[in-house]
């Protein structure tokens, strides 16, 4: 019987030997030596198909490298619907989504709500965390909605900077032709939201309606001045403006829905690593209005990658090393 017990603790002895000289030199349980995580990850980061979705997208990748983790490239994924399932379903981890689309993903609130940067930002991040642990992660403050531009020179004749001053400027007996899309002339959120607002009002012969929203041919024809237009309905943060030389009428009351470009998470990517929750809101908060146009124009119009423009400018602010 000892003989036994000897030969089994002899056995004991060798597979413990044999195991520990298996294991890789310096690796103790995915960490470093000097206990940080290595090999975070992966996370999928999706956007939509625009130019701007792939500037931020981009951003959210070399950030993610920067601070150790491996990603998924999926950039340019689909249209807002298309990505908004593939976020729900798991699909995806991270997107690029706007503040206002909350309303649209069931979140209910009134119109004013929207029309509020911090209200309509809440109303979508309350929404998403009690129904689908889905993280809304702090915005930029650049307003991709829908607004009205004029020509800068045109501004500048007429002391136009808001909607206020449009206002005054139309009900002066300025002259004005505005051009804009069907949806945007009827809506209670678009054109007749900012008649009753700033008190002014458009006749149907100071219209030219589309039935599209292509804000590429509406910003055409103002560049040409064609049938005499001189205001068009543009999205906020098109790359296109400054190319054009086109000033946005600010909105003080933000009439429309307002849509701040934010990162968007599944909540259970934030438990296993809460980092994530902070990581993005340095930079987010540097891209303002005037900095998206810019970051749009540079790969839209100029034809630059969109993560080298990324990389670029994460560089020259600091945020990569």
Known sequence: MKKGFILNLFIIVLITIMLSGCAPPNVQNSTENDGTEKNKGPVTVATMIDSEGAILGNLLILLLEENGFKTIDKVGFGTPDILRKALESGEVDLVIDYTGSGQYYGATADNEVWSDPIKGYEASKRFDKETNNILWLSPAPANNTEMLAVKKQFADENNLKTMYDFANYVNDGGAVKLIASSSFVSNQLGLLGYQEAYGFTLNYEQLII?????TAEMLKALDQGTNQVNASLVYGTDGSLQK???????D??????VYLPA???RGELVGQYPELETMFVSVFDTLDLETLQTLNARVAFDGEDAKEVAKEYLERNGFLK
Do not use: A
């Open 210 to 214: 589309l039935s599209h929203g292509n």
């Open 244 to 250: 054009m030389d086109m000033v946005v009428l600010e």
């Open 252 to 257: 003080p009351l933000n009439v429309p829905p």
């Open 263 to 265: 990162p968007v998470l």
